[in-house]
């Protein structure tokens, strides 16, 4: 059984600010982790995916998440927000052998001028 | 490349009436379609996965008679929502795999049923 935890449902930031939005797992077999981003009315778009390689994994738009397998997480970060940033951002858990994806409750992030 | 497309991406019905949500991979031959609805403000909720030429396999909870999966070929999938009733309201996503195990998503189709 697999299970993801995104802490906070909604975060605010600055423009130009950090962004950190959290995500921690549960997966009995060594995990595959991805981030998507979702803007209204539209499907999933991949920021980045943790296949096992490194455990510093960039993305797209500026975005990063580090594997942290102590921790169970597998947090997302940018350094500067950007209004374009405003969106809703998944992340989901898939076992190795497996091809179903669980997915986390979401976070929304706003970015204020 | 791995595009997939939804059609129609709103439609809106009257209860009691069936509407059926079409998944094509454009670029891809697709295994494996994945299905997902999505209520306001909520997270992904998997309905099913079907593989071409053969049945879906629903997760638990969902009404295989009333969310009616076709896969017939590796670049289509179909789900009707038979006799919809206004709680059937929902964002439909499908997904598409290749078999390497990542999904590529299509844009969601809004069904609202009045």
């Known amino acids: 059984a697999q299970s993801v935890t995104q802490l906070g449902s909604h975060v605010s930031v600055s423009e130009g600010a950090l962004v950190l939005l959290r995500c921690n797992y549960s997966?009995?077999?060594?995990?595959?982790l991805f981030w998507y981003v979702q803007y209204p009315n539209q499907g999933l778009q991949l920021l980045l995916k943790?296949?096992?390689?490194?455990?510093l994994v960039k993305g797209i738009n500026g975005f990063e998440a580090e594997f942290k397998k102590s921790e169970t997480s597998f947090h997302l970060t940018k350094p500067s927000a950007h209004m374009s940033d405003a969106a809703e951002y998944f992340c989901?858990?898939?076992?190795?052998?497996?091809?179903?994806?669980?997915f986390g409750g979401g976070t929304r992030v706003l970015v204020k001028p | 490349g791995a595009v997939v497309s939804q059609h129609p991406s709103r439609v809106i019905c009257k209860s009691g009436t069936s509407v059926k949500i079409e998944c094509r991979s454009l670029?891809?031959?697709?295994?494996?379609m994945f299905w997902y609805r999505q209520f306001p403000k909520q997270s992904l909720m998997l309905m099913a996965t079907?593989?071409?030429?053969?049945?879906?396999?629903?997760e638990q909870g969902v009404e295989k008679d009333k969310f009616l999966i076709n896969h017939a070929s590796l670049t289509l999938s179909t789900l009707t929502v038979t006799s919809a009733h206004p709680e059937d309201s929902s964002f439909y996503i499908c997904?598409?795999?290749?078999?390497?195990?990542?999904?590529?998503f299509g844009p969601g189709t809004r069904l609202t049923v009045t």
């Open positions: 989901a858990v898939r076992g190795a052998a497996g091809n179903k994806l669980t």
């Open positions: 943790y296949t096992s390689a490194a455990t």
């Open positions: 079907s593989n071409e030429g053969s049945k879906a396999t629903y």
């Open positions: 997904s598409a795999s290749r078999g390497e195990g990542e999904q590529y």
């Open positions: 670029d891809f031959q697709a295994t494996t």
């Open positions: 997966s009995s077999v060594p995990p595959y």
